[in-house]
């Protein structure tokens, strides 16, 4: 079975850190660009980063340009995302994406595999 599994959520305080991570279970992220998103309630589902699987170039949302890091570790078909300096409007429902060749990184319709999501809460 295919899937994606994301973990690493949880509260934290405004100005705070979490890693995120995506960990690919029956098929390998090799060949696939991998996205993170994330939907807050009554809010559409927002792209916040992507990794190429050519390259592995980087490309980030304005939202979160500098405060969010993306990484994948190809060895163990997992990708991370490191957040810093938290805001409140952080908190979300984040997922995780894989596409073998999305035409707009951004858009959640381009991707094959969804992870089930993690919530991440950002308050004092």
């Known amino acids: 079975q295919l899937k994606l599994v994301e973990s690493g959520g949880g509260l934290v305080q405004p100005g705070g850190s979490l890693r995120l991570s995506c960990a690919a279970s029956g098929f390998t992220l090799d060949n696939y660009t991998i996205s993170w998103f994330r939907q807050a309630p009554g809010k559409e589902r927002e792209g916040l980063s992507c990794i190429s699987s050519i390259d592995g170039t980087t490309y980030y949302a304005d939202s979160v340009e500098g405060r969010f890091t993306m990484s994948r570790d190809n060895a163990k078909d997992t990708v991370y995302l490191q957040m810093s300096s938290l805001k409140p409007e952080d908190t979300a429902v984040y997922y995780c994406?894989?596409?073998?060749?999305?035409?707009?990184?951004?858009?959640?319709?381009?991707?094959?595999?969804w992870g089930q999501g993690t919530q991440v809460s950002v308050s004092s």
């Open positions: 994406a894989a596409g073998i060749d999305p035409m707009f990184i951004f858009r959640p319709n381009d991707y094959d595999y």
